[in-house]
C-alpha cells in the first residue's frame, strides 16, 4: 500500500487539469440595490474578490511546485523500506527554496490558495510497521506572521511548547522525522510581511534558513520590499534563499486572462456595469496598472459613485470619478509612479522596484507611453482651444482622462448692497400685497 504515496498525485501536473481545479467563478451578487450603498459595496467586493481566472504564469508555477512534490514523494517512497527508515533517520539533503515576489496585489496570495487546491487531499495508506492505517498529507502550510524566529515555527509544526529547552537542530530533526511519517512533500510559507517590524531580513533569514532545512521542496511568497533587504545579506544566505526567484507581473491589457477577468467581474455584478465592456476594460486597466485587488477596488469605488449619483449601475464617467476620489488615493499613488517607472526606470521605492532586475514586460510599457503620448497630445490639443472652444468641448464630454479634474460650479454673481429706495420698494410691495389680500 506505498504506492498510494506515489500515485495519490497521478494527473495532477496536467495543465488543463489544473486549471479546472483552481478556476473559481463565484455566483452572482443578486438584489443588492436595496441595500444602503456602503453595504451593497461590501458585498460586491466579497464577490469580486473570489474570482480567481489562472494565468499562464500561475498554470506554470502551480505545475512544477506540484511537479516537485511528485518526485520528493517517489524518492521517498519507493519502497516501503525506505519509507520506515526515514522516519527514523531522515534523508538530509539542503534544499534552494523559490521565492514567488511581485508587487503587492497582483496575485499572489490567490496563486498559493489555488496551489494548495491543486494539491491532493488526505490519503490513507498502509504500513506493515503499524497496525492501523495511516494517513499522509501532501503539503505543510506555514505562516510567518507573529513568529518570533524559526524555532517557533517548528514548535507550531511540531505541536509542542515554544518554550521547549530543546535547540533548534534537535527541534529541526524532529520536524524532518514527522514530515516523512505524515508524507508531507511541499512546505509553503506566506505573510512574510507581516514579520516582527524592527528585526529588518534577520528574521527573516532565520525563518528561511530554518524551513529549507527540513529538505522539503518549498516556495515562500515576498514582496518587492523583501527581495531587497535579502539581496543584502551575505553570499551564502542569498545563494541560498534568492536563488530562484519567480516573479509575477501584472498581465496585459490585450491579454485574452485580462479580458476573462474583466468579463467575469461583469457577471458577477449582475448586470451592474453597463458600460462597454471594452471601453470599461481599458479605463480599469489603466487606474490600476492591471493589478488585481487595484481593480476590484477601483470597480467597488466606481458602484459607490453611481449610488451616489441615485443610479444602480456604473459607468465609465463613475470609473473615472472613482479614481480622484480620496478613497482610492493610496492606490492612485502608487498606479502613477508604477507609470513613471515604466518610462523613466528610476525610483526610490523598493516596494515598486523588482529587485531581480528584471524589466517590466514590454508590453505593459508601450501601453504607458502610449498613454503617455495621449495626455500630452490632449494637454496640446487643450493648449491650442480659446476659452469658448474649451467651454464647447467640455460639455460635449470628450474629455474621458480621469487625472482631469471636474469643472467647478461657477459662482453666481454678488447682489450688491441694497439702496434705501430698494429697500422702500420691497416695503411697499409686501405690505400692498398684504393689504389686497
Known sequence: MIERLRTRFDGLIDIEHIRKKVTVRPKPVGDIDRLPPMLAA???????????????????LIAELVGKAVVHSAIRSETEQTFVKGMYYPITAETFPICLTGLAGVGKSATIEALLRAMPGPTEF????????????????????GKASGKQLLTDFLGIEATTRENTAI??????????????????????????????????????????????????????????????????????????????????????????????????????????????????YRGSYGLKRAAI??????????????????????VQRAYVSSSYYSYRVDVEELERIAIQKNSKRD?????FGSPIR???????????????????????????????????????????????????????????????NAFSDYFGDKEDN
Request: proline share 5%; with cysteine.
Open 42 to 60: 461590501h458585498i460586491l467586493d466579497m464577490s469580486l474578490r473570489q474570482i480567481y481566472l489562472p494565468n499562464q504564469f500561475s498554470l506554470e
Open 126 to 145: 498502509k504500513l506493515n510497521h503499524y497496525m492501523e492505517p495511516q494517513t499522509a498529507e501532501s503539503y505543510w502550510y506555514a505562516s510567518a506572521k
Open 171 to 284: 527541534l529541526r530533526l524532529r520536524a524532518q522525522q514527522q514530515a516523512h511519517q505524515r508524507g508531507i512533500s511541499l512546505a509553503i510559507l506566506e505573510e512574510m510581511q507581516h514579520l516582527t517590524p524592527g528585526k529588518g531580513a534577520t528574521l527573516t533569514t532565520d525563518i528561511l534558513l530554518t524551513m529549507s532545512g527540513l529538505g522539503l521542496p518549498m516556495v515562500y511568497v515576498s514582496n518587492f520590499s523583501l527581495g531587497h533587504k535579502l539581496l543584502k545579506r551575505n553570499q551564502e544566505d542569498t545563494q541560498r534563499l534568492v536563488a530562484e526567484p519567480r516573479i509575477m507581473w501584472p498581465d496585459a491589457l490585450e491579454s485574452k486572462i485580462w479580458a476573462e477577468f474583466i468579463d467575469e467581474c461583469i457577471t458577477v455584478s449582475d448586470g451592474r456595469i453597463r458600460a462597454n465592456p471594452k471601453d470599461f476594460s481599458y479605463e480599469i
Open 297 to 318: 477596488h477601483l470597480m467597488v469605488q466606481a458602484y459607490i459613485q453611481a449610488r451616489s449619483s441615485n443610479r444602480a449601475w456604473v459607468e465609465i464617467e463613475d
Open 351 to 355: 516596494d515598486l522596484n523588482c529587485p
Open 362 to 424: 514590454s508590453n505593459v510599457v508601450q501601453f504607458v507611453r502610449k498613454e503617455r503620448d495621449h495626455r500630452v497630445a490632449q494637454a496640446a490639443f487643450k493648449g491650442a482651444l480659446t476659452a469658448e472652444e474649451r467651454e464647447a468641448h467640455k460639455s460635449l464630454k470628450l474629455d474621458t482622462d480621469m487625472k482631469a479634474q471636474n469643472p467647478k460650479r461657477p459662482k453666481r454673481p454678488p447682489l450688491g448692497k441694497p439702496t434705501n429706495d430698494d429697500l422702500g
